[in-house]
Protein backbone atom coordinates (compact mmCIF):
# COMPACT_ATOMS: atom_id res chain seq x y z
CA UNK A 1 0.00 0.00 0.00
CA UNK A 2 2.68 2.13 0.70
CA UNK A 3 4.72 1.70 -2.61
CA UNK A 4 0.79 2.32 -4.22
CA UNK A 5 1.20 5.57 -2.96
CA UNK A 6 4.32 6.55 -3.81
CA UNK A 7 3.59 5.99 -7.34
CA UNK A 8 0.70 8.42 -6.95
CA UNK A 9 2.69 11.32 -5.16
CA UNK A 10 5.59 10.64 -7.85
CA UNK A 11 2.67 10.98 -10.65
CA UNK A 12 1.09 14.22 -9.13
CA UNK A 13 4.70 15.78 -9.45
CA UNK A 14 5.33 14.48 -12.92
CA UNK A 15 1.72 15.64 -13.85
CA UNK A 16 2.80 19.24 -12.24
CA UNK A 17 5.96 19.20 -14.43
CA UNK A 18 4.39 18.23 -17.78
CA UNK A 19 1.68 20.25 -17.23
CA UNK A 20 4.27 23.33 -17.21
CA UNK A 21 5.94 22.10 -19.64
CA UNK A 22 3.16 21.01 -22.40
CA UNK A 23 1.17 24.39 -20.97
CA UNK A 24 -2.08 22.23 -19.73
CA UNK A 25 -4.48 23.82 -17.00
CA UNK A 26 -4.12 22.29 -13.71
CA UNK A 27 -7.05 21.18 -12.09
CA UNK A 28 -7.94 19.05 -8.69
CA UNK A 29 -8.05 15.29 -8.81
CA UNK A 30 -8.38 12.26 -6.88
CA UNK A 31 -5.06 10.48 -6.86
CA UNK A 32 -7.27 7.51 -8.59
CA UNK A 33 -7.83 10.42 -11.06
CA UNK A 34 -4.26 11.44 -11.62
CA UNK A 35 -3.41 8.17 -11.85
CA UNK A 36 -5.97 7.80 -14.96
CA UNK A 37 -4.58 11.59 -16.14
CA UNK A 38 -1.11 10.62 -15.61
CA UNK A 39 -1.65 7.32 -17.81
CA UNK A 40 -3.73 9.95 -20.34
CA UNK A 41 -0.80 12.57 -20.70
CA UNK A 42 1.79 9.40 -21.49
CA UNK A 43 -0.61 8.10 -24.02
CA UNK A 44 -1.68 11.43 -25.87
CA UNK A 45 1.40 13.32 -25.43
CA UNK A 46 4.04 11.50 -26.46
CA UNK A 47 5.60 13.38 -29.28
CA UNK A 48 5.34 16.50 -27.28
CA UNK A 49 6.74 14.86 -24.51
CA UNK A 50 9.92 13.70 -26.19
CA UNK A 51 10.09 17.21 -28.14
CA UNK A 52 10.46 18.39 -24.34
CA UNK A 53 12.95 15.81 -23.24
CA UNK A 54 14.87 16.26 -26.30
CA UNK A 55 15.09 19.70 -27.93
CA UNK A 56 17.33 18.33 -30.82
CA UNK A 57 14.38 15.20 -31.65
CA UNK A 58 13.30 15.22 -35.07
CA UNK A 59 9.93 14.47 -36.33
CA UNK A 60 8.49 12.71 -38.79
CA UNK A 61 8.27 15.53 -40.98
CA UNK A 62 11.08 17.42 -42.33
CA UNK A 63 11.87 20.52 -41.85
CA UNK A 64 10.64 23.41 -44.82
CA UNK A 65 13.34 24.60 -47.14
CA UNK A 66 14.53 28.25 -46.58
CA UNK A 67 12.57 30.40 -48.75
CA UNK A 68 15.93 32.07 -50.29
CA UNK A 69 18.32 30.49 -52.24
CA UNK A 70 21.38 29.16 -50.45
CA UNK A 71 24.12 31.05 -52.15
CA UNK A 72 26.87 33.05 -51.68
CA UNK A 73 26.31 36.87 -52.77
CA UNK A 74 27.09 37.51 -56.38
CA UNK A 75 30.63 38.22 -57.06
CA UNK A 76 31.82 36.06 -54.14
CA UNK A 77 32.99 32.34 -53.97
CA UNK A 78 34.03 29.50 -51.09
CA UNK A 79 37.75 28.73 -51.68
CA UNK A 80 38.49 24.87 -50.76
CA UNK A 81 40.54 22.17 -51.98
CA UNK A 82 43.16 22.23 -54.08
CA UNK A 83 42.11 26.05 -55.02
CA UNK A 84 43.17 27.00 -51.41
CA UNK A 85 46.46 24.83 -52.00
CA UNK A 86 47.00 27.18 -55.01
CA UNK A 87 46.56 30.06 -53.28
CA UNK A 88 48.02 29.99 -50.25
CA UNK A 89 51.58 28.83 -52.34
CA UNK A 90 50.93 32.41 -54.32
CA UNK A 91 50.58 33.65 -50.40
CA UNK A 92 53.92 32.57 -49.47
CA UNK A 93 55.37 33.02 -52.41
CA UNK A 94 54.84 36.32 -52.28
CA UNK A 95 55.65 36.85 -48.80
CA UNK A 96 59.21 35.40 -49.10
CA UNK A 97 59.86 38.07 -52.00
CA UNK A 98 58.53 40.79 -49.38
CA UNK A 99 60.46 39.60 -46.55
CA UNK A 100 63.84 39.55 -48.92
CA UNK A 101 63.60 42.98 -48.95
CA UNK A 102 62.94 44.38 -45.72
CA UNK A 103 59.40 44.63 -45.68
CA UNK A 104 57.65 44.36 -42.19
CA UNK A 105 53.75 43.93 -42.45
CA UNK A 106 50.68 46.23 -40.51
CA UNK A 107 46.94 45.55 -40.46
CA UNK A 108 44.28 47.85 -40.59
CA UNK A 109 40.33 47.83 -40.37
CA UNK A 110 38.33 46.34 -42.87
CA UNK A 111 35.87 49.44 -42.98
CA UNK A 112 36.71 52.73 -43.14
CA UNK A 113 35.03 56.40 -42.38
CA UNK A 114 33.31 56.76 -45.14
CA UNK A 115 34.92 60.04 -45.55
CA UNK A 116 38.76 59.18 -45.62
CA UNK A 117 37.74 57.21 -48.69
CA UNK A 118 35.92 59.56 -50.86
CA UNK A 119 37.61 61.71 -53.47
CA UNK A 120 40.40 59.33 -53.67
CA UNK A 121 39.55 57.20 -56.44
CA UNK A 122 38.05 58.88 -59.03
CA UNK A 123 35.56 57.70 -61.22
CA UNK A 124 35.46 54.14 -59.75
CA UNK A 125 34.32 56.43 -56.51
CA UNK A 126 31.14 54.95 -57.33
CA UNK A 127 32.48 51.39 -57.04
CA UNK A 128 33.02 51.86 -52.98
CA UNK A 129 30.51 50.11 -50.63
CA UNK A 130 28.96 52.09 -48.15
CA UNK A 131 27.69 50.39 -44.80
CA UNK A 132 24.16 51.20 -43.78
CA UNK A 133 23.95 54.57 -41.65
CA UNK A 134 22.64 53.10 -38.42
CA UNK A 135 22.95 55.67 -36.39
CA UNK A 136 27.08 57.32 -35.34
CA UNK A 137 29.66 57.08 -37.77
CA UNK A 138 29.21 57.00 -41.45
CA UNK A 139 31.47 54.01 -42.74
CA UNK A 140 32.54 52.21 -46.01
CA UNK A 141 34.01 48.73 -46.78
CA UNK A 142 37.82 49.20 -47.91
CA UNK A 143 38.54 50.00 -51.99
CA UNK A 144 42.16 48.78 -51.14
CA UNK A 145 44.71 49.17 -49.23
CA UNK A 146 46.61 51.99 -50.45
CA UNK A 147 44.48 54.84 -48.94
CA UNK A 148 44.22 52.94 -45.28
CA UNK A 149 47.98 52.86 -45.73
CA UNK A 150 47.72 56.51 -46.04
CA UNK A 151 45.21 56.81 -42.98
CA UNK A 152 47.88 54.84 -40.88
CA UNK A 153 51.28 57.19 -42.01
CA UNK A 154 49.03 60.51 -40.78
CA UNK A 155 47.81 59.04 -37.62
CA UNK A 156 51.43 58.11 -36.54
CA UNK A 157 53.70 60.94 -37.42
CA UNK A 158 56.37 59.17 -35.68
CA UNK A 159 56.90 56.59 -38.39
CA UNK A 160 58.35 58.72 -41.19
CA UNK A 161 60.26 55.94 -43.44
CA UNK A 162 58.76 52.45 -43.48
CA UNK A 163 58.54 49.36 -46.22
CA UNK A 164 55.32 48.21 -45.15
CA UNK A 165 53.50 45.12 -46.66
CA UNK A 166 50.20 44.20 -46.50
CA UNK A 167 47.94 40.96 -47.60
CA UNK A 168 43.95 40.95 -46.59
CA UNK A 169 40.76 41.79 -48.49
CA UNK A 170 39.29 44.71 -49.87
CA UNK A 171 35.48 45.46 -51.58
CA UNK A 172 34.37 46.62 -54.76
CA UNK A 173 31.24 47.14 -55.97
CA UNK A 174 32.41 45.94 -59.83
CA UNK A 175 30.61 43.90 -62.31
CA UNK A 176 32.25 40.54 -61.44
CA UNK A 177 33.69 37.74 -63.57
CA UNK A 178 34.40 35.13 -61.25
CA UNK A 179 36.35 33.18 -64.12
CA UNK A 180 38.63 36.15 -64.52
CA UNK A 181 39.68 36.62 -61.36
CA UNK A 182 37.19 39.89 -60.93
CA UNK A 183 35.54 39.41 -57.75
CA UNK A 184 33.77 41.85 -55.52
CA UNK A 185 35.71 40.55 -52.62
CA UNK A 186 39.61 40.00 -53.44
CA UNK A 187 42.90 39.85 -51.55
CA UNK A 188 45.40 42.31 -52.87
CA UNK A 189 48.99 41.83 -51.69
CA UNK A 190 50.83 45.46 -51.57
CA UNK A 191 54.50 46.44 -50.61
CA UNK A 192 54.75 50.28 -50.36
CA UNK A 193 58.34 51.94 -49.39
CA UNK A 194 57.20 55.24 -47.55
CA UNK A 195 59.78 57.97 -46.47
CA UNK A 196 61.72 60.90 -47.88
CA UNK A 197 64.64 59.06 -50.26
CA UNK A 198 66.82 60.19 -53.48
CA UNK A 199 64.35 59.95 -56.34
CA UNK A 200 63.54 56.86 -58.33
CA UNK A 201 65.41 54.37 -55.92
CA UNK A 202 62.97 52.99 -54.15
CA UNK A 203 60.40 52.98 -57.24
CA UNK A 204 63.52 50.94 -59.09
CA UNK A 205 63.54 48.34 -56.46
CA UNK A 206 59.79 48.24 -56.55
CA UNK A 207 60.11 46.98 -60.07
CA UNK A 208 62.34 44.67 -59.23
CA UNK A 209 60.22 43.07 -56.51
CA UNK A 210 57.59 42.73 -59.82
CA UNK A 211 59.96 41.06 -61.24
CA UNK A 212 61.13 38.38 -58.44
CA UNK A 213 57.23 38.33 -57.75
CA UNK A 214 56.53 36.51 -60.96
CA UNK A 215 59.75 34.84 -61.75
CA UNK A 216 59.17 32.79 -58.47
CA UNK A 217 55.48 31.96 -59.62
CA UNK A 218 57.07 30.90 -62.59
CA UNK A 219 56.14 33.43 -65.19
CA UNK A 220 59.27 34.09 -67.10
CA UNK A 221 58.71 35.34 -70.38
CA UNK A 222 55.18 35.63 -70.24
CA UNK A 223 55.06 39.25 -68.83
CA UNK A 224 55.31 42.15 -69.13
CA UNK A 225 55.35 45.63 -66.80
CA UNK A 226 54.20 48.86 -68.58
CA UNK A 227 55.44 51.91 -67.19
CA UNK A 228 54.89 55.56 -67.64
CA UNK A 229 54.69 58.95 -65.62
CA UNK A 230 51.59 61.19 -64.32
CA UNK A 231 53.88 63.97 -65.03
CA UNK A 232 54.41 63.09 -69.01
CA UNK A 233 51.27 62.42 -69.31
CA UNK A 234 49.84 65.20 -68.06
CA UNK A 235 52.49 67.00 -69.86
CA UNK A 236 51.07 65.96 -72.92
CA UNK A 237 47.97 66.33 -72.68
CA UNK A 238 48.93 69.96 -71.41
CA UNK A 239 50.73 71.11 -74.58
CA UNK A 240 47.88 69.13 -76.62
CA UNK A 241 45.29 71.93 -75.26
CA UNK A 242 43.14 69.61 -73.11
CA UNK A 243 41.37 71.95 -70.40
CA UNK A 244 42.81 71.52 -66.44
CA UNK A 245 39.47 70.24 -65.54
CA UNK A 246 39.44 67.67 -68.24
CA UNK A 247 42.54 65.80 -67.44
CA UNK A 248 41.82 63.00 -65.45
CA UNK A 249 38.42 62.46 -67.38
CA UNK A 250 40.65 62.58 -70.47
CA UNK A 251 43.50 60.08 -68.51
CA UNK A 252 40.78 57.95 -67.70
CA UNK A 253 39.54 57.39 -71.24
CA UNK A 254 43.44 56.74 -72.46
CA UNK A 255 43.58 54.12 -69.69
CA UNK A 256 41.09 52.34 -71.80
CA UNK A 257 43.33 51.55 -74.62
CA UNK A 258 44.99 47.66 -73.36
CA UNK A 259 40.89 47.22 -73.72
CA UNK A 260 39.54 48.84 -76.86
CA UNK A 261 41.18 50.64 -80.43
CA UNK A 262 41.90 54.17 -80.46
CA UNK A 263 39.04 55.01 -82.59
CA UNK A 264 36.84 53.78 -79.69
CA UNK A 265 38.75 56.13 -77.16
CA UNK A 266 38.59 58.56 -79.47
CA UNK A 267 34.88 58.51 -79.59
CA UNK A 268 34.89 58.59 -75.97
CA UNK A 269 37.28 61.93 -75.39
CA UNK A 270 35.04 63.48 -78.29
CA UNK A 271 31.50 62.15 -77.56
CA UNK A 272 31.16 61.66 -73.76
CA UNK A 273 33.97 64.02 -71.70
CA UNK A 274 33.55 66.80 -74.50
CA UNK A 275 37.10 67.19 -75.91
CA UNK A 276 37.41 68.97 -79.15
CA UNK A 277 38.46 66.74 -82.15
CA UNK A 278 41.56 68.39 -83.09
CA UNK A 279 42.88 67.86 -79.85
CA UNK A 280 41.93 64.02 -79.68
CA UNK A 281 44.07 63.72 -82.76
CA UNK A 282 47.06 65.59 -81.34
CA UNK A 283 46.82 63.09 -78.02
CA UNK A 284 46.38 60.02 -80.27
CA UNK A 285 49.58 60.59 -81.98
CA UNK A 286 51.55 59.74 -78.78
CA UNK A 287 49.52 57.87 -76.55
CA UNK A 288 49.62 54.80 -78.78
CA UNK A 289 52.98 54.75 -78.63
CA UNK A 290 55.85 52.47 -76.60
CA UNK A 291 59.53 51.61 -76.21
CA UNK A 292 62.38 52.37 -73.50
CA UNK A 293 64.79 54.89 -73.59
CA UNK A 294 64.17 55.35 -77.24
CA UNK A 295 60.98 56.73 -76.55
CA UNK A 296 62.24 58.72 -73.97
CA UNK A 297 64.96 60.35 -76.54
CA UNK A 298 61.77 61.37 -79.11
CA UNK A 299 59.52 62.75 -76.43
CA UNK A 300 62.65 64.60 -75.48
CA UNK A 301 63.74 65.99 -78.94
CA UNK A 302 59.91 67.57 -79.40
CA UNK A 303 60.35 71.42 -78.43
CA UNK A 304 56.99 71.95 -77.37
CA UNK A 305 56.92 68.93 -75.16
CA UNK A 306 60.75 69.85 -73.75
CA UNK A 307 59.65 72.93 -72.86
CA UNK A 308 56.44 71.52 -70.66
CA UNK A 309 57.79 71.82 -66.94
CA UNK A 310 55.64 69.16 -66.23
CA UNK A 311 57.32 66.73 -68.95
CA UNK A 312 60.88 67.72 -67.43
CA UNK A 313 60.29 66.73 -64.22
CA UNK A 314 58.65 62.74 -66.01
CA UNK A 315 61.84 63.08 -67.99
CA UNK A 316 64.48 63.58 -65.31
CA UNK A 317 62.57 61.03 -63.37
CA UNK A 318 61.98 58.31 -66.02
CA UNK A 319 65.93 58.83 -67.46
CA UNK A 320 67.44 57.91 -63.41
CA UNK A 321 64.47 55.11 -63.36
CA UNK A 322 65.89 53.34 -66.33
CA UNK A 323 69.58 53.56 -65.03
CA UNK A 324 68.81 52.07 -61.67
CA UNK A 325 66.66 49.35 -63.30
CA UNK A 326 69.78 48.23 -65.14
CA UNK A 327 71.78 48.24 -61.88
CA UNK A 328 68.98 45.49 -60.24
CA UNK A 329 68.84 43.92 -64.05
CA UNK A 330 65.52 44.59 -63.90
CA UNK A 331 64.66 46.59 -67.24
CA UNK A 332 64.21 43.98 -69.22
CA UNK A 333 60.66 43.31 -68.72
CA UNK A 334 59.16 47.11 -68.75
CA UNK A 335 57.62 48.67 -71.77
CA UNK A 336 57.19 52.48 -71.40
CA UNK A 337 53.65 52.94 -72.97
CA UNK A 338 52.24 56.30 -73.37
CA UNK A 339 48.70 54.21 -73.11
CA UNK A 340 48.86 53.91 -69.12
CA UNK A 341 47.05 56.39 -67.56
CA UNK A 342 45.84 54.75 -64.41
CA UNK A 343 42.30 56.41 -62.94
CA UNK A 344 43.50 56.26 -59.57
CA UNK A 345 43.61 60.09 -58.39
CA UNK A 346 45.98 59.97 -56.18
CA UNK A 347 49.05 58.93 -58.17
CA UNK A 348 51.38 61.60 -58.99
CA UNK A 349 54.42 60.43 -60.74
CA UNK A 350 55.86 57.32 -62.28
CA UNK A 351 52.70 54.48 -62.65
CA UNK A 352 53.19 50.96 -63.76
CA UNK A 353 50.73 47.59 -64.30
CA UNK A 354 51.48 44.41 -65.13
CA UNK A 355 50.03 42.53 -67.69
CA UNK A 356 50.14 38.78 -69.46
CA UNK A 357 48.15 36.47 -71.38
CA UNK A 358 44.28 37.37 -70.92
CA UNK A 359 44.72 40.43 -69.21
CA UNK A 360 43.41 42.34 -72.31
CA UNK A 361 39.25 41.13 -73.84
CA UNK A 362 39.39 38.74 -76.62
CA UNK A 363 37.36 40.81 -78.99
CA UNK A 364 36.83 45.34 -78.48
CA UNK A 365 33.28 46.04 -77.32
CA UNK A 366 33.00 47.96 -80.91
CA UNK A 367 33.85 43.99 -82.59
CA UNK A 368 31.52 42.26 -80.69
CA UNK A 369 28.45 45.25 -81.64
CA UNK A 370 29.52 44.80 -85.60
CA UNK A 371 29.38 41.39 -84.87
CA UNK A 372 26.51 41.41 -82.99
CA UNK A 373 24.67 43.76 -85.65
CA UNK A 374 25.87 41.90 -88.46
CA UNK A 375 24.52 38.72 -86.96
CA UNK A 376 21.50 40.26 -86.23
CA UNK A 377 20.66 40.98 -89.93
CA UNK A 378 21.60 37.75 -91.37
CA UNK A 379 19.50 35.73 -88.79
CA UNK A 380 15.69 35.52 -89.44
CA UNK A 381 15.03 34.55 -86.14
CA UNK A 382 14.44 36.88 -83.39
CA UNK A 383 16.79 37.10 -80.33
CA UNK A 384 15.31 38.26 -76.66
CA UNK A 385 17.71 41.46 -75.33
CA UNK A 386 20.46 40.50 -73.34
CA UNK A 387 20.46 40.92 -69.59
CA UNK A 388 20.47 44.41 -68.34
CA UNK A 389 21.24 43.20 -64.81
CA UNK A 390 24.07 45.12 -63.43
CA UNK A 391 25.11 42.14 -60.99
CA UNK A 392 25.33 39.38 -63.49
CA UNK A 393 28.47 37.70 -64.08
CA UNK A 394 30.58 38.69 -67.38
CA UNK A 395 33.07 35.62 -66.97
CA UNK A 396 31.76 34.35 -70.66
CA UNK A 397 31.91 37.59 -71.82
CA UNK A 398 34.45 38.42 -74.52
CA UNK A 399 35.06 42.10 -74.38
CA UNK A 400 36.05 41.72 -70.92
CA UNK A 401 39.54 40.27 -70.32
CA UNK A 402 41.14 39.27 -66.79
CA UNK A 403 43.08 43.05 -66.69
CA UNK A 404 46.29 43.76 -65.25
CA UNK A 405 47.85 41.33 -62.50
CA UNK A 406 49.70 43.84 -60.75
CA UNK A 407 49.66 47.43 -60.49
CA UNK A 408 51.27 50.47 -58.38
CA UNK A 409 52.99 53.81 -58.52
CA UNK A 410 54.01 56.73 -56.74
CA UNK A 411 51.75 58.95 -54.58
CA UNK A 412 53.26 61.75 -52.91
CA UNK A 413 50.45 63.84 -51.82
CA UNK A 414 48.07 61.30 -50.33
CA UNK A 415 49.18 61.03 -46.98
CA UNK A 416 49.17 64.93 -46.77
CA UNK A 417 45.80 65.00 -47.36
CA UNK A 418 44.65 63.46 -44.32
CA UNK A 419 47.77 65.21 -42.10
CA UNK A 420 47.69 68.60 -43.84
CA UNK A 421 51.16 69.95 -43.96
CA UNK A 422 53.19 67.17 -43.47
CA UNK A 423 54.09 65.00 -46.40
CA UNK A 424 55.16 61.09 -46.36
CA UNK A 425 56.13 60.13 -50.21
CA UNK A 426 55.25 56.47 -51.21
CA UNK A 427 55.42 54.66 -53.89
CA UNK A 428 54.35 51.03 -54.08
CA UNK A 429 52.67 47.77 -55.77
CA UNK A 430 49.41 46.27 -55.39
CA UNK A 431 49.26 42.31 -56.53
CA UNK A 432 45.72 40.89 -57.60
CA UNK A 433 45.81 37.62 -56.20
CA UNK A 434 42.03 36.42 -57.63
CA UNK A 435 43.41 36.92 -60.96
CA UNK A 436 46.86 35.88 -60.65
CA UNK A 437 45.22 32.58 -59.55
CA UNK A 438 42.45 32.29 -62.75
CA UNK A 439 45.51 32.64 -65.10
CA UNK A 440 47.35 29.95 -62.83
CA UNK A 441 44.37 27.63 -62.44
CA UNK A 442 44.00 27.83 -66.60
CA UNK A 443 47.37 27.16 -66.94
CA UNK A 444 47.63 23.96 -65.00
CA UNK A 445 44.62 22.68 -66.72
CA UNK A 446 46.30 23.64 -70.22
CA UNK A 447 49.13 21.54 -69.02
CA UNK A 448 46.92 18.83 -67.07
CA UNK A 449 48.60 19.48 -64.16
CA UNK A 450 45.77 19.77 -61.91
CA UNK A 451 45.77 16.00 -60.49
CA UNK A 452 49.36 17.00 -59.16
CA UNK A 453 48.11 19.99 -57.43
CA UNK A 454 48.39 19.04 -53.55
CA UNK A 455 45.63 19.02 -50.62
CA UNK A 456 47.61 19.72 -47.77
CA UNK A 457 51.58 20.14 -47.38
CA UNK A 458 52.58 17.01 -45.57
CA UNK A 459 55.72 15.38 -46.60
CA UNK A 460 55.83 12.21 -45.30
CA UNK A 461 52.81 9.55 -44.79
CA UNK A 462 53.54 7.12 -42.55
CA UNK A 463 52.62 3.68 -43.12
CA UNK A 464 52.56 -0.10 -41.57
CA UNK A 465 53.55 -3.43 -43.75
CA UNK A 466 52.03 -6.42 -43.07
CA UNK A 467 49.13 -8.38 -42.76
CA UNK A 468 47.36 -11.73 -41.21
CA UNK A 469 46.08 -12.75 -37.85
CA UNK A 470 49.15 -11.89 -36.12
CA UNK A 471 49.44 -8.43 -37.50
CA UNK A 472 49.33 -5.86 -34.85
CA UNK A 473 48.78 -2.98 -37.58
CA UNK A 474 51.95 -1.04 -35.36
CA UNK A 475 49.86 1.56 -34.49
CA UNK A 476 52.09 2.45 -31.72
CA UNK A 477 55.03 2.42 -33.57
CA UNK A 478 53.45 4.76 -36.54
CA UNK A 479 52.38 7.02 -33.44
CA UNK A 480 55.80 7.30 -32.34
CA UNK A 481 57.31 7.92 -35.52
CA UNK A 482 54.65 10.75 -36.82
CA UNK A 483 55.61 12.36 -33.20
CA UNK A 484 58.89 12.01 -33.71
CA UNK A 485 58.72 13.53 -37.03
CA UNK A 486 56.27 16.29 -35.90
CA UNK A 487 59.15 17.16 -32.91
CA UNK A 488 61.42 18.03 -36.03
CA UNK A 489 59.24 20.14 -37.66
CA UNK A 490 58.75 17.55 -40.55
CA UNK A 491 55.20 17.47 -42.18
CA UNK A 492 53.79 14.14 -41.45
CA UNK A 493 50.34 11.66 -40.94
CA UNK A 494 49.19 8.73 -41.16
CA UNK A 495 46.01 6.32 -42.00
CA UNK A 496 43.37 6.28 -38.57
CA UNK A 497 43.25 2.42 -38.36
CA UNK A 498 44.29 0.34 -35.94
CA UNK A 499 45.05 -2.58 -38.63
CA UNK A 500 45.06 -0.56 -41.99
CA UNK A 501 45.52 -2.52 -45.17
CA UNK A 502 48.72 -1.28 -47.49
CA UNK A 503 46.64 -0.55 -50.53
CA UNK A 504 44.37 1.95 -48.27
CA UNK A 505 47.18 3.78 -47.10
CA UNK A 506 49.01 4.18 -50.28
CA UNK A 507 45.90 5.62 -52.10
CA UNK A 508 45.75 8.51 -48.87
CA UNK A 509 49.03 9.20 -49.42
CA UNK A 510 47.96 9.35 -53.49
CA UNK A 511 44.74 10.95 -53.03
CA UNK A 512 46.65 14.27 -51.18
CA UNK A 513 49.78 14.28 -53.14
CA UNK A 514 52.36 12.82 -50.59
CA UNK A 515 55.72 12.66 -52.26
CA UNK A 516 57.26 10.12 -49.55
CA UNK A 517 55.95 7.59 -47.52
CA UNK A 518 57.74 6.11 -44.64
CA UNK A 519 56.87 2.23 -44.72
CA UNK A 520 57.31 0.55 -41.46
CA UNK A 521 58.22 -3.57 -41.24
CA UNK A 522 58.50 -5.88 -38.32
CA UNK A 523 61.67 -7.22 -39.28
CA UNK A 524 62.73 -3.59 -40.22
CA UNK A 525 61.87 -2.46 -36.90
CA UNK A 526 63.77 -4.60 -35.19
CA UNK A 527 67.20 -4.31 -37.27
CA UNK A 528 66.71 -0.18 -36.35
CA UNK A 529 65.49 1.12 -40.37
CA UNK A 530 62.60 1.89 -42.17
CA UNK A 531 62.26 2.18 -45.77
CA UNK A 532 61.40 5.78 -47.08
CA UNK A 533 60.22 5.51 -50.64
CA UNK A 534 59.52 8.45 -53.28
CA UNK A 535 56.27 8.12 -54.39
CA UNK A 536 55.52 8.40 -58.15
CA UNK A 537 58.75 7.33 -59.58
CA UNK A 538 59.02 5.22 -62.91
CA UNK A 539 58.76 1.07 -62.77
CA UNK A 540 62.36 1.04 -64.25
CA UNK A 541 63.92 3.54 -61.56
CA UNK A 542 66.57 2.16 -59.32
CA UNK A 543 64.67 3.78 -56.08
CA UNK A 544 61.16 2.62 -57.03
CA UNK A 545 60.92 0.32 -53.91
CA UNK A 546 62.65 2.71 -51.57
CA UNK A 547 65.75 2.59 -49.38
CA UNK A 548 66.33 1.46 -45.94
CA UNK A 549 67.19 4.57 -43.20
CA UNK A 550 68.49 4.26 -39.76
CA UNK A 551 65.98 5.02 -37.17
CA UNK A 552 68.57 6.50 -35.00
CA UNK A 553 68.70 9.21 -37.34
CA UNK A 554 65.44 9.42 -38.95
CA UNK A 555 64.82 12.79 -39.10
CA UNK A 556 67.85 14.06 -41.12
CA UNK A 557 67.59 11.65 -43.04
CA UNK A 558 64.16 12.34 -44.06
CA UNK A 559 64.48 15.76 -43.82
CA UNK A 560 67.29 15.40 -46.83
CA UNK A 561 65.63 13.47 -48.92
CA UNK A 562 62.96 16.10 -48.94
CA UNK A 563 65.26 19.12 -49.53
CA UNK A 564 66.78 16.84 -52.42
CA UNK A 565 63.38 16.48 -54.09
CA UNK A 566 62.22 19.85 -53.74
CA UNK A 567 65.32 21.37 -55.79
CA UNK A 568 65.21 18.76 -58.07
CA UNK A 569 61.58 19.74 -59.09
CA UNK A 570 62.54 22.97 -59.00
CA UNK A 571 65.30 22.27 -61.56
CA UNK A 572 62.85 20.65 -63.42
CA UNK A 573 60.60 23.20 -63.41
CA UNK A 574 62.68 25.93 -64.72
CA UNK A 575 64.08 23.43 -67.51
CA UNK A 576 61.00 22.85 -68.91
CA UNK A 577 59.13 26.25 -68.37
CA UNK A 578 55.40 27.39 -68.28
CA UNK A 579 53.64 27.02 -71.68
CA UNK A 580 51.84 29.73 -71.88
CA UNK A 581 47.69 29.30 -72.67
CA UNK A 582 46.63 31.22 -75.65
CA UNK A 583 48.17 34.48 -74.63
CA UNK A 584 51.80 36.56 -75.31
CA UNK A 585 54.43 34.42 -75.84
CA UNK A 586 57.93 35.27 -74.56
CA UNK A 587 59.09 35.77 -77.69
CA UNK A 588 56.35 38.38 -78.37
CA UNK A 589 56.95 40.41 -75.22
CA UNK A 590 60.72 40.78 -76.13
CA UNK A 591 60.06 42.05 -79.52
CA UNK A 592 57.14 44.54 -78.12
CA UNK A 593 59.67 45.86 -76.07
CA UNK A 594 62.81 45.57 -78.18
CA UNK A 595 60.28 47.15 -81.50
CA UNK A 596 57.36 48.81 -79.74
CA UNK A 597 56.54 51.21 -82.88
CA UNK A 598 56.17 47.81 -84.94
CA UNK A 599 53.17 46.94 -82.61
CA UNK A 600 49.81 47.68 -82.77
CA UNK A 601 47.98 49.86 -79.96
CA UNK A 602 46.58 46.41 -78.78
CA UNK A 603 49.15 44.44 -78.00
CA UNK A 604 48.48 42.65 -74.80
CA UNK A 605 45.21 40.83 -76.88
CA UNK A 606 45.25 37.17 -76.82
CA UNK A 607 46.21 34.82 -79.93
CA UNK A 608 42.68 33.83 -81.77
Same mark, same amino acid.
Given at each position: MHAS???????? /??????? !???????TRSSPAVVKLESRRLFATSSSKLRAVANPNHHSDMAPKAPKFEIKTPKGTKDWDGVDMVVREKIFSTITDVFKRHGGTTIDTPVFELKEILAGKYGEDSKLIYDLADQGGELCSLRYDLTVPFARYLAMNKQVTQIKRYHIAKVYRRDQPAISKGRMREFYQCDFDIAGVFDPMIPDAEIIRIINEVFDSLGWQGTYAIKLNSRKILDGIFQVCGVPENLIRPISSAVDKLDKMPWVDV /??????? *?? %??????? $???????? *?? !? /???LEKLQQDEALAANPSMQQGFADLDALFTYLEYFNALHTVSFDLSLARGLDYYTGVIYEVVTEGSAPAVSASEAAASSES??????? $? $??PKSADPDADRSDDPTLGIGSVAAGGRYDNLVGMFSGKTQVPCVGISFGIDRIFSITKARM?? !????????KNDVDVFVMAFGGGK???? %?? *???SEISAQLWDAGIKAEFLYKVKPKL?? !?? *????????????ILGEDELAQGKARLKEMGLPDDHPLKEGELISLANLAEEVQQRITQKKHLDSITQQAEGLRVVHGIKGEALRAQIAEPEAVEPATTEPAQ
Open positions: WKFVFRSV /RLQRRLT !QALEIPV /RNEMVEE *KG %LDPEIAD $KIGKWVVL *KG !Q /RDLGAKSSSK $K $KGAA !QKVAQKARDFTG %LL *KERPN !QF *KAAEQNGVPFAL
